[in-house]
């Protein structure tokens, strides 16, 4: 069982950056691709972007893509999400979660993804 505690939400104005945290119980989260998800009120969890094992490999929403960067430091057991460029659509509670799929079958959907963090809220402001 992979616990997953994620931080840095806030409030930023548009244009605004922000840096999300997710820090693991598990000493081994090299084991696992990590991925991030958003929900706004009233809409379904949507992929944000996910990274690969080793760090070396990204992937993106294009709804984020060129602005949110993803990255792991797998001896603090902690993955990022840097977030610039702020939207008031990008206003949501963030999720992080561990998939112990293949990088290359883990996918985009949530159900790909066998532990996952409590949320952040994150929140721009126009």
Do not use: H
Request: hydrophobic residues 30%.
């Amino acid at each position: 069982q992979v616990q997953l505690v994620e931080s840095g939400g806030g409030l930023v104005q548009a244009g605004g950056s922000l840096r999300l945290s997710c820090a693991a119980s598990e000493r081994t989260l090299s084991s696992y691709v990590m991925g991030w998800f958003r929900q706004a009120p009233g809409k379904e969890r949507e992929f944000v972007g996910s990274i690969r094992r080793s760090g070396g490999v990204t992937k993106y929403a294009d709804s984020v893509k060129g602005r949110f960067t993803i990255s792991r430091d797998n001896a603090e057991n902690t993955v990022y999400l840097q977030m610039n460029s702020l939207k008031p659509e990008d206003t949501a509670v963030y999720y992080c979660a561990a998939s112990g799929s293949s990088w290359y079958f883990v996918g985009s959907g949530p159900d790909g993804y066998d532990f996952w963090g409590q949320g952040t809220q994150v929140t721009v402001s126009s």
